[in-house]
């Protein structure tokens, strides 16, 4: 079992900046993936940007050039690094780990508000 707890959300301006923080703890020496997800109001949850033990990385394209994960493999911890703000990244960020036997994990969730 892979415990999750993300932060680092809160209300920020468009063109502002955020850090979000996934810090996982149980029985990290499964995980393969670590990534965030989104929610906006009203939709489904999207895929944001997730890194993989080995070091690929993967975004989607709405965020390339402005976001950032970062691993550290020794904590278990996954930043996401977001640049450029815009309101319509608002949205509930989920921390997301996969592990080798293909167990997904969430963690509870942080609200990013962006004003414009």
């Known amino acids: 079992q892979v415990y999750l707890v993300d932060s680092g959300g809160g209300l920020v301006q468009s063109g502002g900046s955020l850090t979000l923080t996934c810090k996982a703890s149980g029985t990290v020496y499964t995980i393969d993936v670590m990534g965030w997800y989104r929610q906006p109001p009203g939709k489904e949850r999207e895929l944001v940007a997730t890194v993989t033990k080995s070091g690929t990385y993967s975004y989607v394209d709405s965020v390339k050039g402005r976001f950032t994960i970062s691993r550290d493999n020794a904590r278990y911890t996954a930043d996401l690094q977001m640049n450029s703000l815009k309101p319509e990244d608002s949205a509930v960020y989920y921390c997301?780990?996969?592990?080798?036997?293909?167990?997904?994990?969430w963690g509870q969730g942080t609200q990013v508000t962006v004003s414009s």
């Open positions: 997301y780990v996969k592990s080798f036997g293909l167990d997904d994990y």
